[in-house]
């Protein structure tokens, strides 16, 4: 064997590398397994704020409770119909719009920005505005219309429940099947034709045999979803006296004199162990479907079925599904915003007309200092997640080893967060310290809970970029870092964009970690929201709500512009 | 049994660009007999294929499966696909993932309705065809590229279509296999004698592969012939450039030889070669020459100059010969009669006026 320099030259990098990873895996596993950890501690303590001494108490009190097997059942139902209708929802609105001649297939492209725009607490009050069972909009014009003399629907239900929850995760639902639908070897198809298979025998015999990991993945991700609502089960549950999880940990820590914070950590930690086992199965899921799909270098054109008679109503059909998604509840929060409570359209609505909400809101000094830190969230939140993410990606998918598959790991794991459990997670891990009751708190919980939106597309924006472009960067003598700085950051400065637009509209619409961890001073608009709802003023709600969108919005709209100025720039 | 298509067009449409992927083609494919088509990426030759197998539907034309009209676009016939008795080999294969090798034969065959032991009967048959028995309850992702080909080609013959089509079904396997599978492939068509459409880009397979070869461009067949034929005797330009490696030397035809052979004059030295057209005195005509063709001994034309380089590639020394007019030619030597040709040697290269084929111009 050969001897000499090579091996000394090698050593260094090696352990520069080493030490950058352990100190990415320390930061993503403070915030990720810390909480987790400080949670499962809390569950076995006494009281917030000290860990120990040891004991059962809390779980003997909370497993005790004669109300809990109602509402595990509740939960089940909940969680299991709200993924089901997601699931049929989002998978057929991706068969029509990638397999079909469906008319008007721009609509679709509006699917996947709906979550980032539309809170969820703000499309629940909508709905309760639409469909209580007293003065509800729709309602009364029903009962106009229809010989009956109450309801006749009722959104403070259980059925209520699962139509709000489903419908709002369908576009997750449908951003799961529909690439696997477009990355579908057609010839798999064909096949089956010239082998004498009729259209829909195909469809049954191979199509849908073939995405069920696809649909499989889409209804699991929809039910670790699920398992953490708070903000629907909240607005619409509760009145209804339709009581899940999250809701009863949330009733145990925030109603009475002495929130017992040990009691809701042990409900949690059995919610957070649920759904971590589902992420994981949905992670090793996916994985295999992505090993179902045959590559062959073709350029795919998947068959377009002609829908012949059907595609007129079936475009009408989605068209209702986007006004009863967006636009309905869209045009309720501004109708009532100015307004002093449900009124329908007609001459009293007229005379009731008035800009008082608007002008209540914005001299409210809680919701002023809710807006401000609400701005702050958004975008210092959105700055520090996407600069973590940057390194966690890159470290994730440009080095590979042991290391950095547990950071991978440790990533992903934030999926499964139920926001409300969480946050009192980071409740017990950040009370002892100064941050405790600051914005900065919320800050730090929304980064741990968030991480994985940001990792995600930034790790398949590494990955288009070709290593050698990063190699002869290297080889052109400049050092790891200077490397990452002057080629990799500019190349996937788009992406960081996009990533910071995702999480800034997420954080601006955050309300389960929030409504935990928020304390006089540190309040956030979803949280006013949920106050100003639980008050039954629904006026200053959609006024406040509407606030609440066009920050998003804004936010959203800016990254874009940025971005796009900056890869013109670039190419 | 015999299929023909007769006119077909079609062109694709973006919203930039129309594209003419089939520009009034038509084609007899005897019963029996293995016709491939054959041109480069874009030419139509996929696009005639899919239409045959009516997984593409063309703008006009008529499509016959012997007696029996499949599509035409004035008789308004379009049969389905699956109601056209064929089979099909895909070039990413389509081999469902999803099922084992003993379901994705028995797919066919289970759409027909066929009792549970015949099925068992036939699967059985088509895997051992192909020699595949007992990989029955092999799950089909774990096949290899050559086994995923054969249970492709299982599947395509298991319920005994009367036409085969091949959609460039090697083009996924490495180049040994795929030298291998050629044998396999020719032997097993011929022993089937059964109609079979073969679309491939390259040249070597369909001159193994097919008793016909129809060479496509640009929407159009240009020529057709047996693979013998084709390889020394095209006089279309872009047909001889494309089906094998090719000298093009351009020249003046100066009359014929007594023995019946074209002189051609060019700036090195005369040519007697084969024309399959009368030119006038005096035009400029372009001759070819497989390198192949020319040896050191013999007779015939001779063409002598200085090696420029020469590479030895295994089964020859490829030489290119600087001639007197400065014109480099390709030459492929025997390397079992030739010593080494080196850089700065003169050579005498001989080839046949056989060998020499004037260009239709």
């Given at each position: 064997m050969v001897q000499g320099p090579p091996l000394l030259r090698t050593r260094p990098a090696f352990t520069s590398k080493t030490l950058f990873i352990l100190a990415l895996i320390s930061v993503v596993a403070a915030l990720t397994v810390g909480p987790a950890v400080m949670l499962l501690l809390g569950s076995f303590s006494q009281r917030l704020g000290r860990i120990g001494p040891f004991t059962f108490a809390k779980y003997v009190a909370v497993y005790t409770d004669p109300a809990l097997p109602k509402i595990i059942a509740n939960t089940c139902i909940f969680v299991l119909s709200s993924s089901a209708l997601a699931t049929i929802v989002g998978t057929t609105l991706a068969f029509l719009n990638v397999r079909t001649d469906i008319p008007g297939k721009g609509i679709f492209q509006v699917l996947p920005l709906v979550p980032m725009m539309f809170p969820h607490v703000l499309f629940a009050a909508a709905w309760i505005m639409l469909l209580n069972p007293s003065n509800g909009l729709l309602n009364v014009w029903l009962r106009a219309v229809f010989?009956?003399?109450?309801?006749?629907?009722?959104?403070?239900s259980l059925a209520g429940m699962i139509f709000l929850e489903g419908l709002l995760d369908v576009p997750v639902t449908f951003m799961v099947v529909a690439p696997a639908m477009f990355a579908f070897d057609p010839a798999l198809e064909e096949a089956a034709r010239v082998s004498g298979a009729r259209l829909g025998q195909v469809l049954r015999r191979v199509t849908l045999p073939l995405l069920r990991p696809a649909i499989l993945a889409a209804f699991m991700l929809a039910v670790i979803r699920g398992l953490a609502a708070f903000a629907v089960p909240q607005m619409v549950g509760i009145p209804g006296r339709v009581q899940i999880l999250t809701t009863y940990i949330y009733r145990i820590v925030s109603i009475g004199w002495s929130p017992d914070y040990g009691k809701a950590a042990a409900v949690g930690v059995f919610v957070l162990a649920l759904a971590l086992i589902l992420v994981y199965l949905y992670r090793a899921l996916t994985a295999e479907s992505e090993r179902f799909v045959t590559v062959t270098g073709k350029g795919y054109r998947p068959q377009v079925i002609r829908l012949g008679r059907a595609r007129w109503p079936l475009f009408f059909g989605v068209l209702l599904f986007f006004f009863v998604l967006v636009l309905l509840p869209l045009g309720v929060l501004v109708y009532m915003s100015f307004l002093p409570y449900v009124v329908s359209p007609g001459p009293k609505a007229w005379e009731l007309f008035s800009v008082g909400n608007w002008v209540y809101v914005f001299n409210d000094p809680i919701a002023s200092r809710a807006l401000k830190n609400t701005v702050i969230l958004a975008v210092a939140g959105a700055t520090a997640a996407v600069l973590l993410s940057l390194f966690v990606a890159y470290a994730v998918t440009r080095i590979r080893t042991g290391l950095t598959a547990l950071l991978d790991s440790l990533t992903f794991?934030?999926?499964?967060?139920p926001g409300l459990i969480i946050g009192i997670g980071f409740m017990w891990f950040l009370v002892r310290t100064p941050l405790y009751g600051t914005v900065w708190a919320l800050l730090l919980a929304y980064v741990g809970t968030y991480l994985p939106y940001g990792v995600r597309p930034l790790g398949s924006a590494f990955f288009q970029i070709h290593k050698d472009l990063e190699d002869s960067g290297r080889v052109c003598g400049a050092t790891f870092l200077g490397t990452f700085r002057k080629i990799v950051v500019p190349l996937v400065t788009p992406g960081a964009f996009s990533a910071w637009a995702l999480l800034a509209a997420m954080f601006v619409r955050e309300l389960s970690v929030a409504a935990v961890l928020a304390r006089p001073g540190s309040e956030v608009l979803s949280v006013q929201v949920l106050k100003y709802a639980y008050d039954g003023l629904w006026g200053r709600v959609s006024a406040l709500g509407i606030v609440m969108i066009f920050l998003s919005s804004t936010l959203v709209a800016g990254a874009s512009i940025l971005r796009r100025r900056l890869s013109r720039g670039l190419y | 049994m015999e299929v023909e298509v007769t006119h077909l067009t079609k062109v694709f449409r973006t919203k930039t660009e129309s594209v003419r992927a089939l520009d009034g083609v038509s084609l007899l494919c005897p019963s029996g007999k293995v016709l491939s088509l054959l041109g480069?990426?874009?030419?139509?030759k996929t696009t005639l294929l899919r239409s045959i197998a009516g997984l593409e539907e063309p703008d006009s034309g008529e499509i016959r499966f012997g007696e029996r009209v499949v599509w035409s676009k004035e008789k308004g016939i379009n049969v389905p696909p699956e109601q056209r008795g064929i089979g099909m080999v895909f070039q990413s294969y389509a081999i469902w993932p999803h099922m084992t090798v003993f379901e994705n034969v028995a797919f066919p065959l289970r759409i027909k309705k066929l009792s549970r032991a015949e099925i068992e009967c036939r699967v059985r048959a088509a895997l051992a065809m192909v020699q595949l028995s007992g990989f029955e309850n092999r799950p089909a992702t774990r096949l290899s590229g050559g086994q995923q080909q054969r249970v492709a080609l299982a599947r395509a013959l298991v319920s005994e279509p009367r036409v085969l089509l091949f959609?460039?079904?090697?083009?996924?396997?490495d180049a040994k296999l795929r030298e291998a599978t050629r044998h396999e492939l020719r032997a097993f068509l011929l022993e089937l004698g059964i109609t079979a459409i073969y679309v491939t880009h390259d040249r070597a397979e369909a001159l193994a592969i097919s008793d016909e070869i129809a060479v496509m461009n640009m929407g159009k067949i240009v020529a057709r012939g047996t693979p013998k034929e084709l390889y020394f005797f095209a006089d279309d330009p872009f047909v001889a450039d494309f089906i094998g490696r090719a000298n093009f030397l351009k020249g003046i035809f100066a009359g014929l030889t007594q023995d019946g052979f074209a002189e051609i004059r060019c700036s090195f030295g005369t040519l007697k070669c084969v024309a399959s057209q009368d030119f006038p005195l005096g035009r400029e005509v372009t001759v070819l020459i497989r390198?192949?063709?020319?040896?050191?001994?013999?007779?015939?034309n001779v063409l002598s100059g200085k090696v420029v380089s020469a590479i030895f590639t295994g089964e020859r020394y490829e030489v290119q010969v600087r001639l007197d007019d400065e014109t480099v030619v390709l030459a492929e030597l025997e390397p079992t009669t030739v010593s080494a040709p080196k850089p700065g040697d003169l050579l005498k290269l001989k080839v046949r006026p056989q060998w020499c084929r004037v260009l239709r111009s």
């Amino acid at each position: 064997m050969v001897q000499g320099p090579p091996l000394l030259r090698t050593r260094p990098a090696f352990t520069s590398k080493t030490l950058f990873i352990l100190a990415l895996i320390s930061v993503v596993a403070a915030l990720t397994v810390g909480p987790a950890v400080m949670l499962l501690l809390g569950s076995f303590s006494q009281r917030l704020g000290r860990i120990g001494p040891f004991t059962f108490a809390k779980y003997v009190a909370v497993y005790t409770d004669p109300a809990l097997p109602k509402i595990i059942a509740n939960t089940c139902i909940f969680v299991l119909s709200s993924s089901a209708l997601a699931t049929i929802v989002g998978t057929t609105l991706a068969f029509l719009n990638v397999r079909t001649d469906i008319p008007g297939k721009g609509i679709f492209q509006v699917l996947p920005l709906v979550p980032m725009m539309f809170p969820h607490v703000l499309f629940a009050a909508a709905w309760i505005m639409l469909l209580n069972p007293s003065n509800g909009l729709l309602n009364v014009w029903l009962r106009a219309v229809f010989p009956v003399s109450s309801g006749p629907l009722n959104i403070y239900s259980l059925a209520g429940m699962i139509f709000l929850e489903g419908l709002l995760d369908v576009p997750v639902t449908f951003m799961v099947v529909a690439p696997a639908m477009f990355a579908f070897d057609p010839a798999l198809e064909e096949a089956a034709r010239v082998s004498g298979a009729r259209l829909g025998q195909v469809l049954r015999r191979v199509t849908l045999p073939l995405l069920r990991p696809a649909i499989l993945a889409a209804f699991m991700l929809a039910v670790i979803r699920g398992l953490a609502a708070f903000a629907v089960p909240q607005m619409v549950g509760i009145p209804g006296r339709v009581q899940i999880l999250t809701t009863y940990i949330y009733r145990i820590v925030s109603i009475g004199w002495s929130p017992d914070y040990g009691k809701a950590a042990a409900v949690g930690v059995f919610v957070l162990a649920l759904a971590l086992i589902l992420v994981y199965l949905y992670r090793a899921l996916t994985a295999e479907s992505e090993r179902f799909v045959t590559v062959t270098g073709k350029g795919y054109r998947p068959q377009v079925i002609r829908l012949g008679r059907a595609r007129w109503p079936l475009f009408f059909g989605v068209l209702l599904f986007f006004f009863v998604l967006v636009l309905l509840p869209l045009g309720v929060l501004v109708y009532m915003s100015f307004l002093p409570y449900v009124v329908s359209p007609g001459p009293k609505a007229w005379e009731l007309f008035s800009v008082g909400n608007w002008v209540y809101v914005f001299n409210d000094p809680i919701a002023s200092r809710a807006l401000k830190n609400t701005v702050i969230l958004a975008v210092a939140g959105a700055t520090a997640a996407v600069l973590l993410s940057l390194f966690v990606a890159y470290a994730v998918t440009r080095i590979r080893t042991g290391l950095t598959a547990l950071l991978d790991s440790l990533t992903f794991m934030s999926y499964a967060f139920p926001g409300l459990i969480i946050g009192i997670g980071f409740m017990w891990f950040l009370v002892r310290t100064p941050l405790y009751g600051t914005v900065w708190a919320l800050l730090l919980a929304y980064v741990g809970t968030y991480l994985p939106y940001g990792v995600r597309p930034l790790g398949s924006a590494f990955f288009q970029i070709h290593k050698d472009l990063e190699d002869s960067g290297r080889v052109c003598g400049a050092t790891f870092l200077g490397t990452f700085r002057k080629i990799v950051v500019p190349l996937v400065t788009p992406g960081a964009f996009s990533a910071w637009a995702l999480l800034a509209a997420m954080f601006v619409r955050e309300l389960s970690v929030a409504a935990v961890l928020a304390r006089p001073g540190s309040e956030v608009l979803s949280v006013q929201v949920l106050k100003y709802a639980y008050d039954g003023l629904w006026g200053r709600v959609s006024a406040l709500g509407i606030v609440m969108i066009f920050l998003s919005s804004t936010l959203v709209a800016g990254a874009s512009i940025l971005r796009r100025r900056l890869s013109r720039g670039l190419y | 049994m015999e299929v023909e298509v007769t006119h077909l067009t079609k062109v694709f449409r973006t919203k930039t660009e129309s594209v003419r992927a089939l520009d009034g083609v038509s084609l007899l494919c005897p019963s029996g007999k293995v016709l491939s088509l054959l041109g480069p990426s874009g030419c139509g030759k996929t696009t005639l294929l899919r239409s045959i197998a009516g997984l593409e539907e063309p703008d006009s034309g008529e499509i016959r499966f012997g007696e029996r009209v499949v599509w035409s676009k004035e008789k308004g016939i379009n049969v389905p696909p699956e109601q056209r008795g064929i089979g099909m080999v895909f070039q990413s294969y389509a081999i469902w993932p999803h099922m084992t090798v003993f379901e994705n034969v028995a797919f066919p065959l289970r759409i027909k309705k066929l009792s549970r032991a015949e099925i068992e009967c036939r699967v059985r048959a088509a895997l051992a065809m192909v020699q595949l028995s007992g990989f029955e309850n092999r799950p089909a992702t774990r096949l290899s590229g050559g086994q995923q080909q054969r249970v492709a080609l299982a599947r395509a013959l298991v319920s005994e279509p009367r036409v085969l089509l091949f959609d460039e079904p090697l083009s996924n396997l490495d180049a040994k296999l795929r030298e291998a599978t050629r044998h396999e492939l020719r032997a097993f068509l011929l022993e089937l004698g059964i109609t079979a459409i073969y679309v491939t880009h390259d040249r070597a397979e369909a001159l193994a592969i097919s008793d016909e070869i129809a060479v496509m461009n640009m929407g159009k067949i240009v020529a057709r012939g047996t693979p013998k034929e084709l390889y020394f005797f095209a006089d279309d330009p872009f047909v001889a450039d494309f089906i094998g490696r090719a000298n093009f030397l351009k020249g003046i035809f100066a009359g014929l030889t007594q023995d019946g052979f074209a002189e051609i004059r060019c700036s090195f030295g005369t040519l007697k070669c084969v024309a399959s057209q009368d030119f006038p005195l005096g035009r400029e005509v372009t001759v070819l020459i497989r390198p192949e063709s020319f040896t050191l001994e013999g007779e015939g034309n001779v063409l002598s100059g200085k090696v420029v380089s020469a590479i030895f590639t295994g089964e020859r020394y490829e030489v290119q010969v600087r001639l007197d007019d400065e014109t480099v030619v390709l030459a492929e030597l025997e390397p079992t009669t030739v010593s080494a040709p080196k850089p700065g040697d003169l050579l005498k290269l001989k080839v046949r006026p056989q060998w020499c084929r004037v260009l239709r111009s």
